[in-house]
């Protein structure tokens, strides 16, 4: 707070806080005179029923003072008058830090030795093996599901398939790191010579099309810079990111419609780094999981 308002708002807070509080108690103190049990408000009902102006019982008023009490002794102990941190000089962020810093010490040392260890030995490690699989369910599968099959936009990590490369130091580069795979536009191609192209990448895997247009879209395959990312068999570049167009695995979906839209409007997709957030522990028994899913570990 202090490092965001001027000295004027930190006494405006104290002031206001301390007023309340103590306002509240004179109230109280008011409204607990006695004044009568033949002083009423002055409304009636039913011609006999009347409202009394009796003062709060005896127990709901001490409820509220020590209420008062307790406020003034909180404020006290703990932030909450503006730039006073309190008698027990509580934070969040040191209340964060202390509850990270017992987690390092006691679970830094299983995550230490595994970080020692080999991928793939971790990876056929069982319980190195649980404690990714929690890991993955708490940060991965908001994107990549449950059972690691991924949807819409998000690859199956479940498969043999790999957009970036499946050796085990690229995978745990890649929760690490993370990556940006991006598929430009070619609208400026037109839409011709997207439909012939999206025949074309759609004879690529056997999938139903139009032969006269994928021949057409081949011979556009090649001049138009699709064999840049692609490769010239359109088999993909790992290190580009860019994926194989020859198998059945499709990150958005495979029918004409959504392959004329990947080309003509580009995709671009982000898997976000964790280094920071999880540090290279985690990331070693997380990337140790996800090479399991696959079977990879066993290559």
């Known amino acids: 707070m ?11 807070v104290v002031v206001i806080s301390l007023v309340s509080i103590i306002g509240c108690g004179i109230f109280l103190k008011f409204q607990s005179v006695h004044k009568g049990s033949t002083d009423t408000t002055g409304h009636v009902w039913d011609e006999t029923l009347a409202e009394y102006n009796n003062p709060l019982p005896a127990w709901w008023k001490w409820m509220f003072y020590i209420t008062i009490v307790f406020a003034l002794v909180y404020l006290a102990l703990y932030p909450g008058l503006g730039k006073f941190q309190g008698v027990l000089g509580w934070s969040s962020v040191g209340q964060y830090k202390a509850e990270v810093k017992k987690a390092d010490d006691t679970y830094g040392p299983i995550y230490d030795k595994y970080l020692k260890m080999d991928l793939k030995a971790v990876a056929a490690d069982k319980e190195a093996n649980e404690m990714g699989k929690r890991l993955f369910l708490t940060y991965c599968s908001q994107c990549h599901g449950s059972d690691a099959r991924g949807s819409k936009g998000f690859p199956n990590l479940a498969d043999a ?4 490369g499946g050796e085990a130091d690229t995978v745990k580069t890649t929760i690490l790191e993370g990556r940006n795979g991006v598929m430009p536009p070619h609208a400026q191609l037109g839409d011709e010579t997207i439909k012939n192209l999206a025949n074309f990448v759609r004879s690529l895997s056997g999938l139903p099309h139009d032969a006269v247009l994928a021949a057409k879209g081949k011979e556009a395959f090649g001049t138009v810079g699709c064999t840049g990312c692609h490769g010239p068999e359109a088999t993909g570049t790992p290190a580009l990111g860019a994926p194989n167009l020859t198998d059945k695995v499709w990150l958005y979906g495979s029918s004409e419609a959504t392959i004329t839209e990947t080309i003509k409007n580009g995709r671009n997709n982000r898997m976000p780094a964790w280094k920071d957030f999880l540090g290279e522990g985690k990331v070693h028994i997380l990337a140790a999981y996800v090479l399991s899913l696959s079977g990879a570990e066993k290559k």
């Open 2 to 12: 202090s490092d965001f308002v001027s000295e004027f708002w930190n006494l405006y």
């Open 161 to 164: 398939d790999w957009q970036w």
